[in-house]
T-cell receptor, first 114, second 113 residues
């Protein structure tokens, strides 16, 4: 069964600290892995998309890693800011259909305290 | 910021009413999607479209219908709303190609009394 599991479910950190969010998946055949940020009351916004051949990708203070062998990904946030408080969603696309079916995790709810 | 808009943002309405949730994008994207999201849960695909006059049902069984008469417009209709339809509905669009990001609207939060 194709699944995407994220951990932790929620996380509280102090402003300025770093954190790492985890994503494990069983989706096969794999096409790409995406991280989205969803602010409360808003739609998700794409942070990064990684294909099979990419194992690290950075977008400002966000660095995503991908290990396609172990089917694991992480999202590292450096020097957190209050505006980083949001849900971070891991999404995996398969290449077994013309749609490129997307499998969504339930997200990690990050809260950054001053 | 992506140019995809959903209206209304919030809707509280009684059981049995007909509802249309609007979604428009100005990016010329061929692919459009409707998702349902409940608090703390993953997004579930309910409808998608590859282009004009193309509509398909997604993974989640839904009593809603969609239409795609114009590229930029992808409305979702509930003929007779029920309390079980209470949820957040997110619209998204993307360019062709498997590695293209989806651009989401800010959603419609629907409450059926």
């Amino acid at each position: 069964k194709n699944q995407v599991e994220q951990s932790p479910q929620s996380l509280i950190i102090l402003e300025g600290k770093n954190c790492t969010l985890q994503c494990n998946y069983t989706v096969s055949p794999f096409s790409n892995l995406r991280w989205y940020k969803q602010d409360t009351g808003r739609g998700p916004v794409s942070l990064t998309i990684m294909t099979f051949s990419e194992n690290t990708k950075s977008n400002r203070r966000y660095t995503a890693t991908l290990d396609a062998d172990t089917k694991q990904s992480s999202l590292h946030i450096t020097a957190s800011q209050l505006s980083d408080s949001a849900s971070y969603i891991c999404v995996v696309a398969d290449r077994g259909s013309t749609l490129g079916r997307l499998y969504f995790g339930r997200g990690t709810q990050l809260t950054v305290w001053p | 910021e992506a140019d995809i808009y959903q209206t209304p943002r919030y809707l509280v309405i009684g059981t049995g009413k007909k509802i249309t949730l609007e979604c428009s994008q100005t990016m010329g994207h061929d692919k459009m999607y409707w998702y349902q999201q409940d608090p703390g849960m993953e997004l579930h695909l309910i409808h998608y479209s590859y282009g004009v006059n193309s509509t398909e049902k997604g993974d989640l069984s839904s009593e809603s219908t969609v239409s795609r008469i114009r590229t930029e417009h992808f409305p979702l209709t509930l003929e007779s709303a029920r309390p079980s339809h209470t949820s957040q509905y997110l619209c998204a669009s993307s360019e062709r190609g498997g590695n293209q990001p989806q651009h989401f609207g800010d959603g419609t939060r629907l409450s059926i009394l």
